[in-house]
């Protein structure tokens, strides 16, 4: 069983940054394939980024892609999100996940609360 953790959320004026962190613990870290994804009030949730196992390839959402960047670090167990240029649309809880094939999630944190300003 993995348990993810997520931090790093706030509030943000349009343009500015925040850097999320997803914690794992309870499992092989460098096992899993890692994904960030949000959801907005009244909508569904959608995919954000995600990153292979250890780290070598990279996916973004198109809404997304050239303001955020998706690491990890296997010796931390830990995947980050940097996210950068952000605008009032990014505004969402934001959520971890973890899976064992690419593309697929088993496990899910709590989720962490972005919201940009204008």
């Known amino acids: 069983q993995v348990q993810l953790v997520e931090s790093g959320g706030g509030l943000v004026l349009a343009g500015g940054s925040l850097r999320l962190s997803c914690a794992a613990s309870g499992g092989t870290f460098s096992s899993y394939y890692m994904g960030w994804f949000r959801q907005a009030p009244g909508k569904e949730r959608e995919f954000v980024a995600s990153?292979?196992?250890?780290?070598?390839?990279?996916y973004y959402a198109d809404s997304v892609k050239g303001r955020f960047t998706i690491s990890r670090d296997n010796g931390k167990n830990t995947v980050y999100l940097q996210m950068n240029n952000l605008k009032p649309e990014d505004t969402a809880a934001y959520y971890c996940?973890?899976?064992?094939?690419?593309?697929?999630?088993?496990?899910w944190g709590q989720g962490t609360q972005v919201t940009v300003s204008s």
């Open positions: 990153i292979t196992r250890r780290g070598g390839l990279s």
């Open positions: 996940g973890a899976g064992l094939r690419q593309g697929y999630y088993d496990y």
